[in-house]
């Protein structure tokens, strides 16, 4: 034991890394101090274990989750989507009826606005100057010229209606 001496072993290592810069492991930079440090294996995730040659397929899960913790986890993101999607309903629910309630009141205040002039137009201007004329032209037809004032007072009413429409209209 121990008698024999060490020989030295030669290692070729070939390179096809266009950067030439070859990777060693941990382990081989300890051997080639020559501590005696041991390293406990890390798992490395992203890597299927080495092929058992011939024997069935090995399926390797990465994260180590049972299908149980799988399906955990994708019902848990499955109800914060539905919450997310069930609350960004109920934000637009909400945004439209605001958006009909301001259109209802606009659309009632146009009503309003329109019957309110449509009244004032149902009535003709100047009706009693009007039929004073009527009146006048009955009472005397073989003279027309005897009701030229109320003629001439029915023209000025009915002036100042079209002056005061056009301006409230301007």
Same mark, same amino acid.
């Given at each position: 034991?121990?008698?024999?001496?060490?020989?030295?072993?030669?290692?070729?290592?070939?390179?096809?890394?266009?950067?030439?810069?070859?990777?060693?492991?941990?382990?081989?930079? %300890?051997?080639?101090?020559?501590?005696?440090?041991?390293? @406990?294996?890390?798992?490395?995730?992203? &890597?299927? #274990? +080495?092929?058992?040659?011939?024997?069935?397929?090995?399926?390797?899960?990465?994260?180590?989750?049972?299908?149980?913790?799988?399906?955990?986890?994708?019902?848990?993101?499955?109800?914060?989507?539905?919450?997310?999607?069930?609350?960004?309903?109920?934000?637009?629910?909400?945004?439209?009826?605001?958006?009909?309630?301001?259109?209802? %009141?606009?659309?009632?205040?146009?009503?309003?606005?329109? @019957?309110?002039?449509?009244?004032?137009? &149902?009535? #003709? +201007?100047?009706?009693?100057?009007?039929?004073?004329?009527?009146?006048?032209?009955?009472?005397?037809?073989?003279?027309?010229?005897?009701?030229?004032?109320?003629?001439?007072?029915?023209?000025?009413?009915?002036?100042?209606?079209?002056?005061?429409?056009?301006?409230?209209?301007?």
């Amino acid at each position: 034991m121990g008698g024999s001496s060490s020989a030295t072993r030669k290692l070729t290592v070939e390179n096809d890394d266009p950067t030439s810069v070859i990777k060693v492991s941990e382990e081989v930079v %300890d051997r080639l101090r020559g501590s005696n440090v041991v390293r @406990t294996k890390e798992p490395q995730y992203g &890597k299927p #274990p +080495p092929d058992q040659g011939g024997q069935f397929p090995l399926y390797w899960n990465p994260s180590n989750l049972t299908s149980q913790q799988i399906q955990h986890l994708t019902a848990n993101e499955l109800q914060k989507n539905d919450q997310y999607w069930q609350q960004r309903i109920k934000n637009l629910e909400e945004k439209h009826k605001k958006m009909n309630q301001v259109m209802e %009141d606009e659309y009632v205040k146009a009503v309003n606005e329109f @019957t309110a002039k449509k009244i004032d137009r &149902k009535l #003709p +201007p100047c009706k009693e100057t009007e039929h004073a004329v009527k009146e006048c032209y009955l009472e005397y037809p073989r003279e027309p010229m005897r009701c030229a004032k109320v003629v001439q007072a029915f023209q000025e009413c009915v002036d100042l209606k079209r002056n005061t429409l056009l301006l409230s209209r301007g």
